[in-house]
């Protein structure tokens, strides 16, 4: 028989491009002078503003193909500004809740845009914009709270109404008649759970569901049958914790997927087989966040991943961080069997978020009145990072950062609002993944660069600057 060569994919010759463009700014990084890679490795914080205020002002004509999808415009660049520390004007504040206002259903819920249908992803998206803008003025245009009486005010009732009718099949449709999947579990839930309207029977059949889309992989699909996916993943495993069932999944099997997700450029990919992208830095990186706080989840053990050490042992210089592993992937090291920690718990020995003593105080499990949104950002961190922070951060700074403002996917893609978004919400979390309490800031280690690159810390299940979520909890929890 003639021997043939072996055949390459498509997908293949991808990945080779995307690795080549990646290794040339690392080979770059690494042949200059530590200044020059100080220099490099600078969050370019006010181009960045001002490329974000921009677009919040002004779009262009071909950002038409996103008229159904306006509120998360709004959400990602407001969002962004605020992970750098910094807001908008009052008159864009004001006009932006106005447009807001006008998205509003009377029935409950936020459309793309003005008269457009209610949907639970634009709901979710509406309010997160709010909580972001802060202030009595944007949270108490959303309609679902009468602070006079104290009660469900007939507004807030047709909010929870919208709510409970867009999650009519399995609790998981994302408007009237509208696709199936996982997101619409998340949405519903982080809204609700943030404005204070979260029930039971808003939270019938959501566990089951997400427990029948986790894969044989480990990681959450949209739907049942369908492939492990990181931004299902994160929205699935962060509805299971507000609902306080996330020792359902198989939490190991969850985890081993998800860090393996970490490719040799340093960022994640969504799914197995595919490309690093800049937006899976919160989808995967946030995700294993949420993990990471969990009582029951015990990380594989592995090398130090912010230590700076090279590999002759020396420390590496702050700023310049030279020594980076840019071309190896990640060493995972001491794996107990099956990939877990041999001396931590398995998942099926452990209870749920809430410990027992709070479980016996409340036997119907309310979770409204629990608050597991406040209480679980509040717990103790039970681990270190379970992803290389350091290389994460590296990857975003040096490939996905745009010099001249904004964010992108991979190096040769063009900066766009949505990556910019979840591109910084990934460094956050990332610069905050050992700080073991939401009042400890990180070492400097643990910042890739100058420690002026920190960004504000998040609430990693509602995906929003840590102060606007306490703000937003005092206004609509003012009883506890």
Not at 104 to 123: E, F, K, M, S, V
Not at 337 to 344: A, K, L, M, N, Q
Not at 459 to 464: K, W
């Amino acid at each position: 028989m003639e021997s043939s060569s072996a055949v390459t994919t498509v997908s293949e010759r991808e990945q080779w491009t995307v690795e080549s463009r990646v290794f040339q700014i690392y080979n770059l990084f690494a042949s200059i002078p530590p200044t020059s890679q100080s220099l490099m490795l600078e969050l370019q914080r006010e181009n960045h503003i001002e490329y974000l205020t921009r677009g919040l002002k002004q779009l262009a004509p071909s950002f038409c193909v996103l008229d159904a999808n306006r509120p998360w415009v709004c959400y990602w660049i407001l969002h962004s500004i605020a992970l750098l520390g910094d807001y908008v004007d009052d008159d864009l504040e004001n006009r932006t809740i106005l447009f807001l206002s006008r998205c509003q259903d009377r029935n409950g819920g936020y459309g793309g845009g003005p008269g457009q249908l209610p949907h639970l992803a634009t709901t979710y998206a509406a309010v997160n914009t709010l909580i972001t803008l802060g202030g009595d003025k944007a949270l108490s245009s959303i309609n679902r709270w009468s602070r006079q009486t104290i009660q469900f005010s007939e507004a807030n009732e047709r909010f929870k109404w919208r709510l409970q009718k867009l999650m009519c099949l399995l609790s998981s449709r994302m408007h009237d008649q509208g696709e199936i999947d996982v997101r619409a579990c998340y949405t519903a839930i982080s809204v609700a759970s943030i404005l204070n309207i979260l029930d039971d029977e808003l939270t019938q059949n959501v566990g089951d569901y997400i427990l029948s889309c986790q894969t044989y992989e480990g990681g959450i699909s949209g739907e049942p049958g369908s492939e492990a996916h990181g931004g299902y993943t994160f929205c699935g495993l962060a509805t299971m914790i507000l609902i306080n069932e996330a020792n359902r999944l198989d939490l190991d099997a969850l985890t081993d997927w998800a860090v393996f997700r970490q490719g040799v450029e340093g960022g994640f990919q969504g799914r197995t087989n595919k490309l690093v992208d800049g937006c899976y830095s919160f989808w995967q990186g946030g995700m294993l966040a949420l993990l990471q706080r969990l009582p029951f989840a015990k990380p594989p053990a592995m090398s130090d991943a912010g230590e700076g050490d090279s590999d002759d042992g020396s420390q590496t210089s702050e700023g310049s961080n030279k020594n980076l592993p840019f071309h190896e992937p990640l060493i995972m090291s001491d794996i107990g069997e099956e990939g877990r920690d041999p001396c931590g718990p398995k998942t099926s020995e452990v209870s749920d978020v809430l410990s027992e003593e709070e479980s016996a105080q409340n036997p119907q499990c309310d979770i409204s009145s629990n608050d597991i949104g406040r209480s679980f950002i509040e717990g103790h961190v039970e681990c270190g990072p379970l992803y290389h922070n350091i290389a994460l951060q590296q990857y975003i700074l040096l490939c996905s950062q745009d010099q001249e403002g904004g964010l992108r996917d991979k190096p040769g893609k063009g900066r766009d609002h949505y990556h910019s978004c979840y591109c910084l919400s990934g460094l956050s979390t990332s610069q905050y993944s050992r700080s073991k309490d939401e009042d400890s800031p990180p070492l400097p280690k643990d910042v890739l660069g100058s420690y002026s690159n920190l960004l504000e810390p998040i609430h990693p299940i509602y995906n929003v600057i840590l102060d606007r979520y306490h703000e937003a909890h005092e206004f609509f929890y003012p009883s506890q």
